[in-house]
Each structure stands twice: as C-alpha cells, then as structure tokens.
C-alpha cells in the first residue's frame, strides 16, 4: 500500500451531487464526509474513478442536449435564408455591385451604387414569383403529316403564350425598372438629387394608378418604398431650406 503512489479523484454525493476531490491509493478504503450536506460513506478508491466517470458521462449528455436543441432551433432559420439565397440570386448580386461601388464615392458611382441597390430590392419585394412552362403543358395529337405537326405546333405555341399573363406585381416591377434605368441615363452626375426625387414621384404616381388592382400585401411593400424616398425627400428640401437661408 505505502509504495503505491497516491493519486487525486473526484467522487460524487449520492445525497446532494456535490462533486467530492480526495487523494488515496488503488485498492484503499476511505471515509468520505461530504462538505456540503455532511453525508458519511466508505468507498473504495476504484470506486470513485468510476463514479466520477458517470458524473462527467452524464454531464457530457446533458450538454449534447443542449447543443442538438439549440441547433434544431437554428437550422430551420438557415435553410430559410440559403432559400432566400438560391431564389434572389441575381437581385443579391446586383446590390453587392452596388455596395461595390460605394467604396469609391464619387457621384456617379453614389448614382450607380443607389440605382442597382434599389432595383436588386424592387425585384425582391415587388417581384412575383414565374409560372414554369410545365404547368402550361396541353395533350399533344397524334401527328399524320408533317403539315398537321406544324399546324399543331402552332396552336399549341398560340395556346401558351395566350396562357402566359403577367401579373400585376411583374408589370410594376417593369414599369419601376424601366423608369429608374431612364432617369438614370437622362439625369447628369450633378443631378442626383433630382434623380431621387423623379423616382419618388415615379412611384407614388405607379402606387395610385394600380391602388385599385393590388393585394393589401403588395400594397405594404409599395408603401415601405414610398416611406424611403419621403424621408430622402424631406431631407432634401429641408437641406434647400436650410443652404436659402444661410445665403
């Protein structure tokens, strides 16, 4: 016993889990008194390396628990936002160029950086999602001739395009892209602030000529918009205001 070396283990309290730390031999015998709750019990040496094992086991699964709830809490929120990703793709990129170009910012690239942002934002939130030609699929006749399959070809390709409309939130889409690439090449570098304020009005007038055709949801977005460019209004005419009277 006395040429074996001592070693240090940790017992747990089977009244109170508190984690005891004591020093002894392998194969000893030692009254261990708890601390914490005054607990009595013998145990062999061996003994406590084994208990101390289940302890740290048993912590070990708690805190795997843990981590696999707090991940199934986490996943769902990643798979929405590589969704988000995959289905945006190109509107995300063209407002990265965009933020590009804010690194360099010189009017023409502020004109630049502020027409790509707000497109890659107008195809996100106004945008509605394509119907895919495959819901647009006919029953095709069995062809006889060569001219009945061209005749068939023909009525069915009348068919699908008669088949495809688009809806109301595409057409505000293509008129608010097209008005903001034409104001974008019709207005100078020095003309930025003017460049705001014609989109501004661009949208309020395209907001209340479709006010009677869109969905209330559509209409919250158009309004998100539309409250952006009044307050970049209010900003400017209150810096007119403010450059008038310091004359």
């Known amino acids: 016993m006395q040429g074996k070396k001592k070693e240090e283990k940790s017992i747990i309290c089977p009244n109170c889990s508190a984690i005891i730390t004591l020093e002894g031999r392998a194969s000893q015998k030692i009254v261990v008194k708890c601390p914490i709750c005054g607990e009595k019990g013998t145990v062999l040496f061996e003994e406590m390396e084994e208990k101390?094992?289940?302890v740290t086991s048993e912590k070990t699964k708690i805190r795997k628990k843990k981590?696999?709830?707090?991940?199934?809490?986490?996943t769902p929120y990643l798979s929405k936002i590589q969704f988000f990703a995959k289905s945006n793709i190109i509107e995300l990129v063209l407002i990265s160029i965009g933020v590009v170009f804010?690194?360099?910012p010189t009017l023409s690239n502020i004109k630049k950086s502020f027409t790509l942002i707000l497109i890659g934002f107008i195809l996100i939130f106004i945008l509605s999602e394509k119907n895919s030609p495959d819901s647009f699929q006919t029953k095709t006749?069995?062809?006889s001739s060569s001219n009945e399959n061209r005749k068939s070809g023909t009525r069915l390709n009348l068919n699908y395009?008669?088949?495809?409309?688009?809806?109301?939130?595409d057409k505000i889409t293509l008129t608010l892209v097209i008005w903001i690439l034409f104001l974008f090449f019709i207005t100078s570098d020095v003309e930025l602030e003017a460049f705001f304020v014609l989109?501004?009005?661009g949208m309020l007038v395209v907001r209340e000529l479709t006010d009677e055709l869109t969905t209330i949801h559509l209409k919250h977005r158009m309004d998100g918009f539309i409250y952006?460019?009044?307050i970049a209004f209010i900003w400017i005419v209150g810096e007119k205001i403010i450059n008038v009277l310091n004359m």
């Open 199 to 201: 989109i501004f009005i």
């Open 102 to 104: 804010l690194f360099n």
């Open 141 to 143: 006749p069995k062809p």
């Open 67 to 74: 981590e696999k709830k707090h991940a199934s809490k986490i």
């Open 52 to 54: 101390f094992k289940e």
């Open 228 to 230: 952006l460019f009044l």
């Open 161 to 169: 395009l008669k088949k495809i409309r688009l809806s109301i939130s």
